[in-house]
Structures are given as C-alpha cells and as structure tokens.
Nanobody, 125 residues
Framework: QVQLVESGGGLVQAGGSLRLSCVVS????????MGWFRQAPGAEREFVAA????????NYADAVKGRFTISRDNAKNTVYLEMNSLQPEDTAVYYC??????????????????WGRGTQVTVSS
C-alpha cells in the first residue's frame, strides 16, 4: 500500500518561507502526478499545486502563483513545495496526494487516490 509522509511545516512570520517535503513509498513514483492541497479550519480542502510524473508540467492555484513552487526528485521519491512570501491566509494543514499511475495533473481532491496525513503550516501576522 502506498504511503505518503509530509514534513517541513511549522510556525513562520508573515513574509517568511517554508519548504515542505513529501516522501512516497511502495509505488512507481515517477509514473504518478503529485499534488499539494491545503485545508484551513472550517474550510474545504483546496488545491495548491500539481506536478506531472516527469516534472515537466505544473499547475498552481491563483492564490499561490508566483509565491509557491512545486518540484520533485524522482530519484528520492520526493515531492516538494517551496513557499515564499507566506501570509496569514496561507495557514492550513498541507497535504500531499498522488494520482493513479499514468494520469495527468489534477486540481480536484477527488482526482487523487492516496493522501498523506498532512503537516501544519501557521503564518503569524
């Protein structure tokens, strides 16, 4: 069974940066598009960014374009989310997720079939 483990969350001041990592095991990682989502208290889970299996195609939510960068290292079975210029509204639990093998990037949670447990990101003003 595939396992996804996020790390790198924490408390940061507005304007600061964090780098999230997600290690994926027991899967052909390079054949799977990956995504990052976030969920704030009382809100629905929302799309943040996605990356294709090769890393050649990426998608971003409008709210994070120009501030966040998704990348992956297939040799390490790891996907990253570099977050810069963080704002209090970025506060949420961040989840990484995997699409089924061979499918393109997705922007809806229902398109992903495996999820990590999440890592908390808190941005203070």
């Amino acid at each position: 069974q595939v396992q996804l483990v996020e790390s790198g969350g924490g408390l940061v001041q507005a304007g600061g940066s964090l780098r999230l990592s997600c290690v994926v095991s027991r899967v052909t990682f390079s054949a799977s598009a990956m995504g990052w989502f976030r969920q704030a208290p009382g809100a629905e889970r929302e799309f943040v960014a996605a990356i294709s299996g090769s890393g050649g195609s990426t998608n971003y939510a409008d709210a994070v374009k120009g501030r966040f960068t998704i990348s992956r290292d297939n040799a390490k079975n790891t996907v990253y989310l570099e977050m810069n210029s963080l704002q209090p509204e970025d506060t949420a639990v961040y989840y990484c997720a995997k699409r089924p093998v061979g499918l393109q990037n997705g922007v809806h949670p229902r398109e992903y079939t495996a999820w990590g447990r999440g890592t908390q990101v808190t941005v203070s003003s």
